[in-house]
T-cell receptor, first 115, second 111 residues
């Protein structure tokens, strides 16, 4: 079955550490996205990538970094520069947004907590 | 811009209809979507509507689109306690790979 997988489901980070969240899809989707969700709030776009080896900043990219070396994979690193990283992180993927229906498929999320 | 706005909360009684509203600013979206998020989970697609349609019905779900006013709504008939969740609308910009979502409407269904 095709889908999008995030790991781990729960992640704990100490102050000053970098951590990497994994996102893998086997849907042959072109575009991948990372969102942050805080309690009681909507989704805020961190980074997105339209094609391999290319990515763009979203609205809240500071303190985060990404790579897109393979079409299937879009890992997100939460760096020590991100001062308030505790949140629920969601990864999504779509075909290229255009004329055809391009629903976004989501992973099950990673809950990151700073300890 | 990419603004998509929704009211934050809606509370209904079981068996009543729920109507969740969304307004958006960019008229280039070819498709508009409704997603459902249950606690601690990702978003799942509920339904979508093509931009040249006014209405789409899918079992208990009815989507209404007013392109002139850039207004999208989701009606859930005979709302059940299992419908309690957060509902997001999305209006992706055509030709741009940015998928923006509204703030989400938390639907609470009282027995």
């Amino acid at each position: 079955d095709g889908g999008i997988t995030q790991s781990p489901k729960y992640l704990f980070r100490k102050e000053g550490q970098n951590v990497t969240l994994s996102c893998e899809q086997n849907l042959n989707h072109d575009a991948m996205y990372w969102y942050r969700q805080d309690p009681g709030q909507g989704l805020r776009l961190i980074y997105y990538s339209q094609i391999v080896n290319d990515f763009q900043k979203g609205d809240i990219a500071e303190g985060y970094s990404v790579s897109r070396e393979k079409k299937e994979s879009f890992p997100l690193t939460v760096t020590s520069a991100q001062k308030n990283p505790t949140a629920f992180y969601l990864c999504a993927s779509t075909f290229a947004v255009g004329v055809r229906n391009t629903e976004a498929f989501f992973g099950q999320g990673t809950r990151l907590t700073v300890v | 811009g990419e603004d998509v706005e929704q009211s934050l909360f809606l509370s209904v009684r079981e068996g009543d209809s729920s109507v969740i509203n969304c307004t958006y600013t960019d008229s280039s979206s070819t498709y508009l979507y409704w997603y459902k998020q249950e606690p601690g989970a990702g978003l799942q697609l509920l339904t979508y509507i093509f931009s040249n349609m006014d209405m789409k019905q899918d079992q208990r779900l009815t989507v209404l689109l007013n392109k002139k006013d850039k207004h999208l709504s989701l009606r859930i008939a005979d709302t059940q306690t299992g419908d309690s969740a957060i509902y997001f609308c999305a209006a992706p910009k055509r030709n741009f790979n940015k998928f923006y979502f509204g703030s989400g409407t938390k639907l609470n269904v009282k027995p």
